[in-house]
């Protein structure tokens, strides 16, 4: 099975504040995504970055894939309130020795839960 | 915005009860997938399938059921829930290539 670790799993932090959520496997992916969940919703895609080194910006979110496609960073600038959630990454790859076609499976990290506080 | 429907929200049922939880998406996605999370926790998958008449076992195992008749519908049947499948139950879909993962609002299921 491939793990996804993120990093940190909690921060809690004050409006305003830069962090950074990071996002490591051993595993190299086609591709990997960034999800947003909210409490009682379901993950909502925030990106999806597939070459290495590729650098996507959402606003005040970059998004980084590493040059090996193994890790991935979230960074956000000046939070706010309203960027309280869980922050999720996930991973697709091709099932090994699988003959069907597109049989990626995609494998989340367990999770950054992010609280901005006024 | 997704069209990706589950249903019920919220159900809460007594031990033994068969129940089954709806998921139906509008976008004609051939993968789909079941995710069970408990609250503010990491999703572990449990049920995948590729397209009609094809489902697969995810990483967590699960004592649920699935089914995948037409491509649009992909329900996740318990024969006898117990307390220990309290969770949130999430149903996703996505493109065949990409991955991309789009997700219903999700069912929390208590087994009292």
Redesign the interface.
């Known amino acids: 099975t491939q793990l996804l670790e993120q990093s940190p799993q909690f921060l809690s932090i004050q409006e305003g504040e830069n962090l950074t959520v990071y996002c490591n496997s051993s595993s190299v992916f086609s591709s990997l995504q960034w999800y947003r969940q909210e409490p009682g919703e379901g993950p909502v895609l925030l990106v999806t970055v597939v070459t290495g080194g590729e650098v996507k910006k959402l606003k005040r979110l970059t998004f980084q894939f590493g040059d090996a496609r193994k890790d991935s960073s979230l960074h956000i600038t000046a939070a706010q309130p309203g960027d309280t959630g869980l922050y999720l990454c996930a991973g697709a790859s091709e099932q090994r020795g699988s003959t069907v076609r597109g049989s990626e499976k995609l494998v989340f990290g367990k999770g950054m839960k992010l609280t901005v506080n006024p | 915005e997704a069209d990706i429907y589950q249903t019920p929200r919220y159900l809460v049922i007594g031990t033994g009860k068969k129940i089954t939880l709806e998921c139906s998406q509008t976008m004609g996605h ?2 789909m ?1 079941w ?1 069970q999370q408990d ?5 572990h ?1 449990i049920h ?1 399938s ?1 397209g009609v008449n ?1 489902t697969e076992k995810g ?1 967590l195992s699960s004592e649920s059921t699935v089914s995948r008749i037409r491509t649009e519908h992909f329900p996740l049947t318990l024969e006898s829930a117990r307390p220990s499948h309290t969770s949130q139950y ?1 149903c ?1 879909s ?1 493109v ?11 069912t ?1 299921l208590t087994v009292v």
Request: charged content about 25%; proline content about 3%.
């Open positions: 051939d993968k997938y995710y609250p503010g926790m990491e999703l998958l995948y590729y094809s990483d999430l996703a996505s065949i290539r990409g991955g991309e993962a789009f997700f219903g609002q999700g929390r």
